[in-house]
């Protein structure tokens, strides 16, 4: 949700600029696809699932790219949509809009908080004896300094960032694939495909083993969706936006299905473990003595690849949801470098709760899981919305869908199928103790939204912007049809 005023202010008003170019789009779509939870929870992924664990995460990011590509045709159907949140308050009503922005918002700043606590823990590893405090303030001040600079700033370090981690997984299958054909053998044993299937086949703890991979594998997509929020500031979004979500299915055969069956065949699934980078486990055996300073750094870079996206995305759609009349309207401003530097602020303020925390005792480990889990739980409501949005869209605008050039495959029926794929996901949260909690605390956030939107509903300021939203989508509808009627003559 972003930049919708009363008409008679939309030439002053200032909004929101198209500087992200198309290797800004590819790379932060990358980025959103590969989460830390490929680099530090993969052990416990592995070690849970054996190696069923491949068809976990490509059964994921089949099931989510038909959420990309639903929510791709809604952007595209009206280029005054800025997000998710924008088509799901004009398709549902201005209750999802409200929703899915602030649940959006408070996903990823528990994930921000989170990544700073990783790289503080990082940080130590690296530079033994120095206090968790600094590494943590001085991470979010430079992603600030950053953000507040203009979105350009922040997709040219997006594109580092997940360059970064494309080159160490690169760099994983290349030593891994060299390890395997050079007949290479350690304490473990060979390193070879058999690994794969000769510790007790492909479903060696059957199915509950399988379903466990679920459990902590949907976390590692968190930020997948994070391309649509970009959409108010991508140059071209008719060309850049499709091209990135078209590319979701080979990222992941690619980035998780090819490192994970490298990582499987030169280390029997059985020698990982929970807490235990499989990454460092497989340089270590290379012979790479720098192995855990390296993956390390890369952890690092990932953590601070995710902070970033969290500090972007919430200052965004705090913006949009200012601009609704859904959050306070001082929120709702743009510095000279057309950023929302106010909606900033609050993020990184927020973020520095993780600081915080640090000292809050040794269970802090064990509250973040739980609290993460809230998080991704979150996100699938997200995602939800966006295959609802998808359908109301169907319903209501067959119009737009008949000529839209960039449709979702499988339509109506697809949507009905991932939504039974969420529901087995939430099921399979259910079967072990730890999530369940999670599982269970999650209504509370939802409860406290309904309450604070029960206020909001009937405030005069927030029907006035409401109906100029609608007025403003509205006038690019007219603008577009007469566009297709000109193409048609």
Avoid at 44 to 67: D, E, H, N, Q, R
Avoid at 257 to 283: R, Y
Avoid at 345 to 351: A, G, Q
Wanted: with cysteine.
């Amino acid at each position: 949700m972003t930049i919708h005023t009363p008409a008679s202010a939309k030439v002053e008003a200032p909004h929101l600029e198209r500087q992200l170019s198309n290797r800004h789009i590819q790379l932060i779509a990358i980025g959103g696809a590969i989460g830390t939870g490929l680099f530090m929870g993969s052990g416990k992924t592995i070690s849970a699932a054996g190696p069923s664990v491949i068809f976990v995460y490509m059964i994921i990011g089949f099931m989510l790219f038909f959420v990309m590509r639903a929510m791709g045709e809604l952007l595209l159907s009206n280029l005054h949509y800025k997000s998710f949140s924008d088509f799901a308050a004009d398709l549902l009503g201005p209750w999802a809009g409200f929703f899915t922005g602030w649940t959006y918002w408070f996903c990823w700043v528990i994930t921000g908080i989170a990544d700073v606590i990783a790289i503080a823990g990082y940080s130590k590893e690296l530079w033994p004896g120095v206090p968790l405090w600094i590494p943590g303030l001085v991470t979010i001040a430079i992603l600030l300094l950053l953000n507040l600079t203009t979105v350009k700033a922040f997709g040219e370090t997006e594109f580092w960032f997940a360059l970064i981690k494309i080159i160490a997984i690169a760099a994983l299958i290349v030593v891994g694939l060299f390890m395997i054909f050079s007949g290479f053998s350690s304490d473990a044993g060979p390193a070879t495909f058999t690994n794969l299937w000769s510790h007790g086949g492909f479903f060696p703890n059957e199915f509950m083993g399988f379903v466990a991979g679920f459990q902590i594998a949907v976390f590692a997509f968190v930020g997948i969706e994070l391309v649509g929020t970009t959409a108010a500031e991508a140059k071209d979004p008719e060309k850049n936006l499709p091209k990135a979500i078209n590319s979701i299915p080979i990222r992941v055969l690619l980035f998780y299905v090819g490192a994970l069956i490298i990582l499987m065949s030169v280390i029997p699934w059985t020698q990982f473990a929970a807490g235990h980078s499989p990454f460092i486990a497989m340089f270590s055996l290379a012979g790479l003595g720098a192995a855990a300073t390296v993956v390390n750094l890369v952890v690092l870079t990932s953590a601070m690849s995710s902070a970033n996206s969290g500090i972007y995305s919430t200052s965004r759609m705090v913006y949009g949801l200012a601009q609704e009349g859904d959050a306070p309207s001082r929120f709702g401003a743009l510095s000279r470098r057309k950023v929302p530097q106010n909606a900033l602020f609050l993020s990184c303020v927020l973020l520095l709760a993780g600081v915080v925390l640090m000292y809050a005792g040794d269970n802090i480990g064990k509250a973040f899981e739980m609290v993460t889990t809230v998080s991704a739980v979150c996100f699938v409501f997200v995602w939800s919305i966006i295959l609802a949005s998808y359908l109301a869209f169907r319903r209501r605008r067959p119009h737009l869908h008949a000529a839209s050039k960039f449709k979702m495959p499988g339509g109506v029926p697809m949507v009905w199928v991932v939504f039974a794929f969420f529901a087995f996901v939430l099921w399979a949260l259910t079967t072990q103790t730890d999530t369940l909690e999670a599982l269970l605390v999650t209504p509370v956030w939802f409860v406290v939204l309904g309450v604070a939107w029960a206020v909001l509903r009937r405030r005069p300021s927030h029907l006035a912007r409401y109906q100029a939203f609608q007025a403003d989508l509205q006038s690019e509808q007219d603008v577009a049809a007469d566009r297709r009627a000109v193409d048609s003559k």
